[in-house]
């Protein structure tokens, strides 16, 4: 061993260098109070060795800076470890940097002869700190990027070259990633490289000086070994032994950078705390930015460096101990107003959450899994894709989610249910005016006579918690509900409050009360339909309750009269007679019941809302009779529900609140599936499938907020997670919601001739409920005819269908309508069967009356005739007294009360009228069967049919010229 | 090389760029933040409809039909403002610089402003909003910290 020793000594010299280093004389011996300097260096040394190997890890661009340090914190194995001692040794740095400054000062070490190695400390001192700033970039997470970004933009502050500075150190205009390659290249090259050349400068000044020892009488000298290296050694292990401590906690990592994201928890590293809170104070008057950011630091740092140049004069130690004393007291002072700021500052606190939990959000997601159907397995983990992190959170349905519904929906839309965390309710500000005199730019509340005035209230469409789900759907069909809209003061406002935000309140409309629908046809049908019968029976435990009073109680489904009373026998026959009446309501009631709970059910689980999917197939039998009551009552004549029923007169119920049935509604609510003309006000947001740029919100920005909404995004601890759909399932979903027919290149603008636009208009709108067959069967047939056929309307053909007592219960006229059961079919059968021949004469003469008012263009001929042989005068005397016990003027009549009003029947007027409101009172009014009102708004844009429409379906129903 | 970023071919921010329709604005005056997306392009990597920066936008004026367009980075030190619902006022995270609905600088109670000018207003084009009912505007990043507007090219 001494052999080799010596063998290397020959030709190397360690010995003696090694003695040199050693032996050094250190006046009065060791002291604890020499450590710093070492510590400094073991310190940067620490640095370099963990430093070289996160840059074996590191990868320095955009895409893949926050994904390398990502897998370096939490899948490398001891990664945590390494950059947890890099960071936090970082920070020790500062602090000893702070320490070795102070002791340097302090002990006069910077003063002659020493002068040039104290400016060497300086220049190092720089140099750590440039460290410092440029290695908080490279994570390139939201605290980092936008602190960063603070600090270069104060690098254009600088006189004459600041703005080519600045953009030499971001590698251009804008961050990316050459701002990456460039502040690692000065982090982990440049700065370290320069770090060492001025360490070695500093080191072999203060080998040529010796140390400035502080000399204690009586107390010997010594060699730096033994006892120095031990203290330091020992100093050195503490050291890391505390930053072992912190980074055992793991260095902060957070939510990957998105220059488009703001980010309002921004701060720089808390050494530069005190600059920031500088900044705050400069303000335009005193310098602005640049007195902060330049001219001050600067100032105080030159007198910094000077401090040996003042030492030269008397008291000038004295004066440099106070300033670093004052400087490092009053940078400490400084950091704890900003640390004292923001922790008054809501705000920043909920930013400062906000931002821990998306960066757990962002540890969950690169962990995502999904779960396969098929094979009952979890995917593997899905991590960063290509594009990065970044790309994975900003398509994270549960952040973005409810934040783009805050922008797009919010306004009309709220989102509101008990145990939601998020709670977005509308709310409306009152009518504000600003003081312009005295106290300039204070707002105030408008208060008319004590109280706040508001502008028109805002319109509110539903709440869309829980959209689609069973509850959702329920009070959709509940006629307390659906057009229901009340209006909360949010706070109670203070006395003489003038504070507007004392005063905003809250519309709360759950359904389509605050909307154009709450009198529409949907609202009508619930109200009618659904509302509640009777207000004087309950049922309750087989007990019927009437007036309150139990008057029979119910064995099974067979009620069993028992009276609890014993009243006199007029009293109990009529109590009786109620009861019955009472018990089949209740029991018809309760069916009802049952059926809309079918409905709902069947209705939601089209959604195939996953929080549902296990009661979706449990109640599978309830939903396969809601479906066929959805056919049988939904389909009939409004909505389509699979192949029942036709688009175009409401929203088509064929998946209801699936991804793509919501992604198509929200892209353009006035396409014919969904709302068509009788959309209220709903802007389209992707409407435009050929030309992108022209929609309010991208495809993927939908799928963000449907995914959201129906809860399909990933949950660490879902059994059977999912993934949220990508781009490309929400741009297909939005084209097949809303298919367009191919377009052919080059073809001339289709010119339908008016026959054809026509029967179109029919087949869209009719055709639903009416055929319109010839006597051959040619023409225009409904898949599911509900309504009379309309072919020959007016017609004197048409009328002596109507009037036989064989044909007007068929379903060629009313026998498929709630009509079959009513007056007309009814007089029909009870008058006009078996006629004798002079009533047949009557009726004959009825029919060429009523068809002479039609004034039908094929008729012309046939009705004047009819008027020559005097048919018509007497059809209007047998209107009013023909037939044996009752006439058509019993009901009927001319003059606009009858039901319906056959002035002018089967004209082109009369028809329009009709068809435009069909339940108006001179029509069919409340007994109007399921017909809907195809013009009856004011603003006319949104009716069912424009004038000229209706005008060419009138005039092609009558067999007028087109 | 090394300065490369000085000679590189500047963009051209003079065109207009639709960023909203009419009606995605409140009529009673309050601003929204709306995105403005382009082609973002980092050195050797494109990337189509890129959110680039936020603007403010609001209604002005009698008929509500005039918008006026703020970018939404601080003119200060260039973090991104917020808007204040409860206070009807912009205010920045970073360094308490505080804005009225009109842009102008305002004071917090206790605190001094330290912004050097009002938020930086963005040229609307004022035929598209009226014809079309969309909002196109002229999207400019300002040098912060400045007394006077100087785009960053």
Known sequence: MKKLIAWVDDRTGIKESLNEALYENIPSGARWRYVSGSMLVFAFVTQVITGLFLWMAYSASSQTAYESVYFIQYEMTGGWLLRGVHHFMAQAMVVLLGVHLLQVIVDGAYKSPR???????????????????????????????????????????????????????????????????????????????????????????????????????????????????????????????????????????????????????????????????????????????????????????????????????????????????????????????????????????????????????????????????KTGELSERQMADARGLVHVFRNDPLTQGPRLFQRHCNSCHAYTGEGSQWQFPVLQDPVKKTIAEGKEGIEVVDLKNGKAAYDETPLTAPNLYGFATREWIAGMLNPEEIAATSVRAENKPKKDSQDPRDFRRVIESPYFGNTAHKDGRMVTWVKKHLGSKSQSWTLADGETKFDGQIVAVADGDDPVLTFKTEDDKEKQLKISALAETSQKKAKKDAQQQKDTGAIVKALSAQARLRNQAESDIADQAEIARGVQLIQSTCAQGCHKFGDVGQIGLAPDLTGYGSFEWTMGMIANPAHERYYGNENDRMPAFAAHLQDLTQNKATAQELALIVDWLRGDYYLKDDEKPVLPHVKEEAVLAVNSALAEPANIVGLAPSKLTPELQAEQLFAENCAACHNHLNEKGQGIASANPSAPNLYGFGSKEWLRGLLDPERIGTAEYFGNTAHKDGEMVRFVSENLSDLTEEQQTQLDNIIAMLSSRAGLPSQTDSDKQAGADGMIEKGKEGFETAFEFESCADCHSYAGDGVPDLAGWGSKDWLKEFIANPAEDKFYGESNDRMPAFRNKAEAHRNLLSDEELDLVVRWLRGEEL | MFFDPLFRKKKDASEFKRVATLEQIPKDGTPVNVPVLADKVDAWTVEVGQPIGAVYLRREGEDGETVVCYNAVCPHAGCMVAYSGDQSKFLCPCHNSAFGLDGEKIDLPGKSNPSPRPMDTLEVDEEKVKKDGEVWIKFENFYPGKHDKVAKT
């Not at chain 1, 050195?236 to 072992?244: D, H, K, R, S, T």
């Open chain 1, 115 to 373: 002068e040039f190695n104290y400016w060497l400390g300086i220049i190092l001192m720089q140099l750590v700190l440039g460290l410092g700033l440029t290695g908080y970039l490279l994570p390139w997470d939201q605290k980092g990027f936008w602190a960063t970004n603070v600090a270069t933009n104060l690098m254009t502050l600088v006189p004459f070259v600041g703005k080519e500075v600045q953009q030499l150190a971001l590698g251009g205009g804008e961050y990316g990633h050459h701002t990456l390659t460039r502040f690692f290249a000065m982090h982990a090259g440049v700065l370290p490289a320069m770090l060492v050349g001025f360490l070695g400068l500093h080191l072999a000044l203060f080998r040529r000086h010796g140390i400035k020892a502080k000399i204690t009488s009586g107390r010997a000298d010594s060699y730096f070994f033994p006892n120095q290296v031990l203290y330091d050694g020992l100093a050195c292990m503490a050291l890391l032994i505390v930053v072992l401590m912190f980074a055992w906690r793991g260095a902060e990592l957070g939510a990957p950078a998105d220059p488009s994201e703001q980010y309002a928890a921004a701060r720089p590293e808390w050494y530069f705390l005190f600059l920031f809170q500088l900044l705050k104070y400069f303000t335009e008057d005193m310098g602005g930015e640049f007195m902060g950011a330049i001219v001050v630091p600067g100032i105080l740092m030159t007198i910094l460096a000077a401090a040996p140049v003042i030492a030269w004069f008397r008291g000038g130690h004295i004066f440099n101990v106070a300033y670093v004393l004052v400087l490092l007291v009053g940078a400490g002072a400084l950091t704890g107003v900003a640390m004292y700021e923001d922790s008054q500052n809501a705000d920043f606190i909920a930013a400062k959450e906000q931002a821990e939990h998306d960066a757990h959000r962002v540890r969950e997601l690169f962990d995502r899994r999904s779960y396969d159907e």
